[in-house]
């Protein structure tokens, strides 16, 4: 469970750090943050 979340978690950070303007976009990686934490 805990290396699925983490999996995900880095698959979204290095999803937003390829496309560095939706990285600004705080309320989308906040929310994609908390999507895939849960």
Do not use: P, T
Not at 13 to 19: H, L
């Amino acid at each position: 469970m805990g290396f699925e979340v983490m999996g995900r978690l880095h698959a979204c950070i290095f999803f937003f750090a390829a496309q560095w303007d939706f990285l600004k976009d705080s309320d989308k990686g906040i929310r994609c943050i908390l999507l895939n934490s849960i």
